[in-house]
């Protein structure tokens, strides 16, 4: 089952609580949508065989309907079939979304699975899960495959949270909270986005996908302070920027509250949504952590 859920999904292999993109994969290809609370009336292991049908190489659409027949009628509804893309051409979308710089060679698009072509096809309007996508599909390769030289920039939200030199010091020492004051107000921004359907009206019946939260501290050019960025998808993909907002407001909230009970001062500052690179690092585990 983990080879058919993505890394960066952040979806539990045991009981998949929302649809992979596996899942919408199969539901593409029979014109069919699913809601997720029709996903989740469905048994553990009826979910797992759509989840291994959807990522065959060749799906039997008759089987997937078959499977689908357990689900609540009133959570479905049909909608246009989409079928997998060519595997012998790169379609403009595709390669429209990486941009002139960020070209993916004709030997990458031939060399992954139907899947990932599915995936990256479908992800075409969310750059930060196609770059994330593409990387993880590279790895995964071990080598066959070039990964992408290239960082990614693109909208996310962003937020600041100021304190003294001294206060972010004792943030990451190991007598403080165990060094993971930054982590626990990620896990808290993690957990807004998450109920983003349920906290913002409009969003009700748009189910919260990927999240990434990350945060950076650069004591030379940010003195004091820490940076936070977010980018938070829907469960079909596309870029939230309400959520993303909400990650990073609840982050530094948590992060404030944090410092306050510790008698020091902080403030909250430039919240916004911005065009700029991914700043935390990816190779830092207590940085960033793909959610």
């Known amino acids: 089952m983990a080879k058919h859920i993505y890394a960066f999904e952040d979806i539990p292999e045991g009981d998949p609580s929302r649809p992979p993109l596996a899942a919408l994969r199969a539901m593409r290809l029979i014109g069919m949508a699913l809601s997720r609370t029709g996903w989740q009336a469905m048994s553990v292991d009826r979910r797992r065989a759509i989840i291994s049908a959807g990522a065959a190489e060749d799906v039997e659409t008759d089987e997937l309907r078959r499977l689908f027949d357990g689900a609540p009628i009133r959570e479905m509804k049909l909608v246009p079939v989409i079928p997998d893309p060519p595997a012998d051409r790169i379609p403009d979308s595709v390669a429209r979304a990486f941009g002139p710089a960020r070209v993916i060679s004709q030997e990458f698009w031939v060399g992954v699975t139907n899947l990932d072509r599915h995936v990256l096809y479908m992800l075409t309007g969310n750059t930060r899960l196609l770059f994330r996508a593409l990387n993880e599909m590279a790895l995964r390769a071990r080598g066959k495959l070039p990964l992408p030289s290239f960082g990614w920039t693109g909208t996310l939200a962003r937020g600041e949270l100021r304190t003294t030199p001294e206060m ?9 909270l165990d060094g993971r004051a930054c982590i626990l107000a990620r896990v808290a921004g993690i957990r807004a986005a998450r109920w983003a359907s349920e906290i ?44 993303s907002v909400l990650a990073v407001t609840t982050s530094a909230a948590a992060l404030y509250d944090i410092v306050q009970r510790a008698g020091e001062r902080a403030t909250i500052e430039n919240v916004r949504l911005s065009d700029e690179p991914w700043a935390p690092s990816d190779a830092d585990d207590e940085v960033t952590i793909g959610a």
């Not at 972010?168 to 403080?176: E, G, S, T």
């Not at 009206?201 to 302070?225: I, K, Q, Y």
Request: no cysteine.
């Open 168 to 176: 972010l010091k004792l943030l990451r020492m190991p007598h403080f």
């Open 200 to 243: 913002l009206d409009l969003h009700a019946a748009t189910p919260t996908g990927p999240v990434e939260v990350g945060f950076s501290v650069d004591t030379e050019l940010r003195p004091g302070t820490v940076l936070w960025q977010a980018h938070v998808s829907t469960l079909e993909g596309q870029f939230s920027p309400s959520a």
